[in-house]
Structure formats: C-alpha cells, structure tokens
C-alpha cells in the first residue's frame, strides 16, 4: 500500500509539473499639461416631438491649468459599416441648418471649472424620425507651434442622438449574427459576438445578458454576460458588433495587447480557481432587450460550443497508463517474489522431510 501511495503521489507530481510547463461616461481629451476638457452627458440622447423646442444642457469642465477660449457647432458624421469607425465631417448636416443653435456659441472656461451650455432644439412640424450629429467643441483660436515645434489643436466631439416621437415612427432590432470565435476551445476565454441590426426607422440602445450553461438542458446558468455593457445605440438601417468574453476558468489565457497593438496571450494558473476547470459542451442563450417605443421586446439567440482541454486530457491518459504499467510492474515483481519464495519454502520442506526419513531408517 505504501508503494502505491509512493507512486500516486509522485506520478501526479511529475504531471503537476509538465503543466506548469506547457502550460456612457464623460467625454475627456487631453493633451497633457495643455487641454484637458470633460463632458457630460456624452453621448446626448432625447426624444421630441415635431415642432417642440427644448433645451438642452452640456456641462463642460476645464481640467488643464490656463482658461481656455472654445466655440461650439454641429457636425455632420459618417460611420465605416465594416468596422464601426466614426469620421467627422467639416459642416453641419443639411438636414439639421438653422434648428440647432447654442446659449453661447463662443465661451470662455477658466481652470477647474464647469461651464453650462444650452443646447436649443427647435424641432420643425414636418420633422423625420430620427437625427444624428455631432456637437463639436474646439479652441477659438489654436495655439502657435512649442519650442519642440509640436502643435496641439483641442476638441471634444459630443455625439448627439435625437429620436422624433411621431406617427409611422418604428423601432426595431433584430440579431442577424450570433456566433462563437470557435467551435473548440483549449482553454478559454471564448469570444462570442452578436450583430444587432436596427431595421427600424429610429435609434435605438440595446441590452441584455447571455448565460452560459453546461450543455443545452441545464437548469442555471454557470456564467452571465452584459450585453452592450457601453451602451450603445444604433442608427436606422445601420450594423452593428457587439463583443462578448467568457474568461471565468481554469486555467484560462489572459490577453494583453503591447504598444505596437499586437495581442499577446499567456496561459494564468490561479490554483483557488481549480474548481472552474472547464471541459465539455456549453450553451451560450443570448436575452437580449430594445424598447419599441411602448414595451420591452426581448431577443433570444443560442450557440454551442466545445471546451476540450486536449494536452491536460493526453496527460491525464499518460499518467493513468504510466501508473497502470508501474503497477504491473510491481504486481509482476512481487509475483515472482512470492513464486520464488514458495519454491524456496517448499525445497527447505523436501530437505527437511527428506533428512527425516534418513533418520527413521
């Protein structure tokens, strides 16, 4: 028994060993030390009805040390449908002239301090269904060139969301792609991604979670997902990609991203969270949410996917085949041990016997 525990206990070290071995907030631009602005809300989100003028408020701080001289004007932007980039045009949109217009288009902030800007909105009666645009704030005038000859130009872009409440306006989102990086993982994390589509005519923000399960017919849920953590909004008629990361395992690969942008991955042992090792099959249910206006519309989705921990399974198999063959080995051993030892007692017996009978004659 002691040769076994002897052996256990150092085959699942040497394999403990191989494994160690293979194995929406405020807006802030900065240039630091020259232009430091934060503002709040960012984006601004409202809801008008056609011909309703409102206000709106920004509070804007100056967190550098000198005051600085700012203007503020609408801006026109385009979005990249192929990877979600925002480009800012040079002039306000045509669709927007003359109904936007600002408490005080030129205003001077001093360091520390908030400054309030009304926003005007004066919304026409034959208005569209929804409106966006960027309210873009920049130095009144640029500073000339440091010693170094560096030239910082500051701005802030605030993007700007107005959705109009009125008949035949629609809010409506649907899932076109729910999909898993990969169909088998070693280790996670697992990156799952979703691709909402706004196929109504208004903006609109959704949200949710997505549940990860042992299988396909489990009770509850091992693991849950925000959906749209940053709280996104999508345009009418436009994509968009929303990304998922389940890293809740043992051992999982932590990715880091260098200063050249390139991804790095390393595999993390945290030995309190041997319980989360992760093999199998898993489903992940998406629950997504959108309001149309009236109600709460739920969106549901599901994916499975594989967790195989191949190289810890072939190591596993190594060592039970390693201590199976030791095991016979011994066995094998202790076999010829106790075969010897009976030979041996029975030929002293024959011996014996045999001089005894010599003694009788």
């Known amino acids: ?153 500051g701005s802030v872009a605030v993007f700007t969301l107005i959705n109009i409440d009125r008949p035949g306006a629609v809010r409506k989102l649907e899932t076109t792609e729910f999909v898993a990086s990969q169909n088998i993982y070693e280790y996670l994390p697992t990156e799952l991604s979703i691709r909402f589509k706004n196929s109504g005519n208004t903006i609109v923000q959704p949200y949710g979670n997505i549940f990860i399960q042992q299988g396909s017919g489990s009770g509850s849920p091992i693991a849950t997902l925000p959906v749209n953590e940053t709280k996104g909004y999508i345009l009418p008629g436009k994509e968009r990609t929303l990304q998922a990361s389940w890293n809740d395992g043992f051992p999982y690969y932590k990715v880091s991203v260098d ?45 499975t996917f594989w967790v195989i921990p191949w190289k810890a399974i072939l190591m596993l198999i190594g060592f039970i085949i390693a201590v199976w063959f030791i095991g016979r080995k011994i066995g094998q051993r202790r076999t010829r041990k106790a075969v010897k030892k009976a030979l041996e007692k029975q030929a002293a017996n024959n011996k014996d016997s045999g001089a005894n009978g010599k003694g009788q004659q």
Do not use: C, H
Request: glycine share 10%; no cysteine.
């Open 1 to 153: 028994m002691k040769t076994w525990r002897w052996i256990i206990g150092g085959s699942l070290g040497i394999v403990l060993g191989i494994l160690l071995l293979v194995v929406s907030t405020p807006v802030l631009a900065q240039a630091p030390g020259e232009f430091s602005l934060q503002v709040s809300p960012s984006p601004l989100v409202t809801t008008l009805k056609p011909g309703q003028t409102t206000d709106l408020e920004l509070k804007i701080r100056n967190s550098g040390t000198a005051p600085e001289e700012l203007t503020i004007a609408p801006r026109g932007f385009s979005l990249n449908d192929s990877d979600g980039t925002v480009k800012l045009n040079d002039t306000a949109p045509s669709d927007i002239d003359g109904w936007i217009t600002f408490s005080n288009p030129s205003f001077t902030v001093q360091p520390g301090e908030w400054f309030t800007q009304k926003v005007r909105v004066a919304v026409p009666k034959d208005s569209g269904f929804s409106y966006s645009f960027a309210l873009v704030i920049n130095r009144k005038n640029n500073p000339q060139p440091t010693e170094g000859g560096r030239l910082i130009k």
């Open 259 to 303: 200063t050249a942008g390139v991804q790095n991955k390393s595999l993390t042992w945290n030995f309190a969270d041997i319980a989360k090792f992760r093999i199998g099959q898993y489903t992940a249910k998406l629950v997504g949410v959108y309001n149309d206006g009236q109600r709460d519309v739920p969106i549901e989705s599901e994916i």
